[in-house]
Structures are given as C-alpha cells and as structure tokens.
T-cell receptor, first 113, second 111 residues
Framework: DGGITQSPKYLFRKEGQNVTLSCEQN?????MYWYRQDPGQGLRLIYY???????QKGDIAEGYSVSREKKESFPLTVTSAQKNPTAFYLC????????????FGDGTRLSIL | RKEVEQDPGPFNVPEGATVAFNCTYS??????FFWYRQDCRKEPKLLMS???SGNEDGRFTAQLNRASQYISLLIRDSKLSDSATYLC????????????FGSGTKLNVKP
C-alpha cells in the first residue's frame, strides 16, 4: 500500500537533547511538509521541500532543521534550541501541482521528560 | 489578518440535522481549496476538494464563493460518526505548493 510513514509514534525528549522524527513516503510525491499542531490549534508549517536537496522555512522554523537527500525521505530534527517542543508533529506530501491535496502520515507526539 | 479563518465552534447538533460551516480566506488569488476532517489525536484526512462549480459527495456539499472569499461545507442528515473537527485548507499560489490551514471547526453530533 502506498502512503506516508512517520516514526516513532511517541517520542520523549530530555532537556538539551536533539531528536529526529522520521517521515518516509512511497507515493513518488515531489513535495513534502512538516507541521506542528498544539492542542486545540490549527496546523503550523515548520519546513517544506518541493524537490530533493532543496527546502524552505515555514512560519515556525526556529529550533528545527530538515534534510531532503532522497525523494522519499524528509526527516525533521527538533533541536535543543526549540524550547517548547511538546506537540503533535505531522508530515505530509503532495504530488505537485497547485490543485493537489496533501496526504498525511499518522503523526508523532513529542513530549519533554 | 490570518490567511484562513474558521469559527471554532463547537457546533452541537442532533442526529439527522443539517449543519453548515464557512471558512474565509484573505488572498483573492488563491487557487485550491480543500476540506479535511480530523478526529481527536489523529491526522487530518481529506474530505473533499472544493471546485469553482461546487461539488457534492453523498451527504457532503462544498461551495466556493470567490467574490466574498469564502468556502462552505454543508453536511446533511448528520450522523454520530460525523463528530470531528473540520479543517479548511487553502493553497494561495499557482506557483508552488504551500498550504494554509484554518484552526478548525468542531462538530458534535448528539443522539
């Protein structure tokens, strides 16, 4: 089955630690995205990538980093500079073209220990 | 001003009721519009795309009003299983894929 796989489902971060969230897709989609969702809030864009080896900051990129070395993979690192990392993180992809909707992975919940 | 705005609700309706949500967007050049459904602690799932001519999928009807810059979602004959948060999503640019999400409208369908 084609889809987007995020792992882990739950993640705990210690103070001063960097953690990496995995996002893999086998949909052959060009564009990939990372969002953050806080309780009762909408999705906010962290980073997005439209092609391999290229990515752009979203609205809340501070304290996060990404890479796009392969078309199917778009990992997100939450660095120690992100002081309030507790949230639900969602990865999405689109095939390209402005009229195509996004497909989402089932998310990673990150909490601080 | 936010790119996309929605009434957070909650909308509390009885089973069988008809309910409608609106969503306004700020960029008049916006090209693509979608409604997603999000259940508690789950990822958003595409409900329907919104086309200029409007579109219908079973009990769900979506409309676009470009003059007033809003999209709407109508749910007829509400079911208990329709209880969820409904997210409005807008892609404002024809040149690249960047999506803006509303904060969502919560719907509770009661027996």
């Amino acid at each position: 089955d084609g889809g987007i796989t995020q792992s882990p489902k739950y993640l705990f971060r210690k103070e001063g630690q960097n953690v990496t969230l995995s996002c893999e897709q086998n949909l052959n989609h060009d564009a990939m995205y990372w969002y953050r969702q806080d309780p009762g809030q909408g999705l906010r864009l962290i980073y997005y990538s439209q092609i391999v080896n290229d990515f752009q900051k979203g609205d809340i990129a501070e304290g996060y980093s990404v890479s796009r070395e392969k078309k199917e993979s778009f990992p997100l690192t939450v660095t120690s500079a992100q002081k309030n990392p507790t949230a639900f993180y969602l990865c999405a992809s689109t095939p390209g073209g402005s009229n195509q909707p996004q497909h989402f992975g089932d998310g990673t919940r990150l909490s601080i220990l | 001003r936010k790119e996309v705005e929605q009434d957070p609700g909650p909308f509390n309706v009885p089973e069988g009721a008809t309910v409608a949500f609106n969503c306004t967007y700020s960029n008049s050049a916006s090209q693509s519009f979608f409604w997603y459904r999000q259940d508690c602690r789950k990822e958003p799932k595409l409900l329907m795309s919104v086309y200029s001519s409007g579109n219908e999928d079973g009990r769900f009807t979506a409309q676009l009003n470009r003059a007033s810059q809003y999209i709407s979602l109508l749910i007829r004959d509400s079911k208990l299983s329709d209880s969820a948060t409904y997210l409005c999503v807008v892609n404002p640019s024809p040149n690249f894929n960047k999506f803006y999400f509303g904060s969502g409208t919560k719907l509770n369908v009661k027996p």
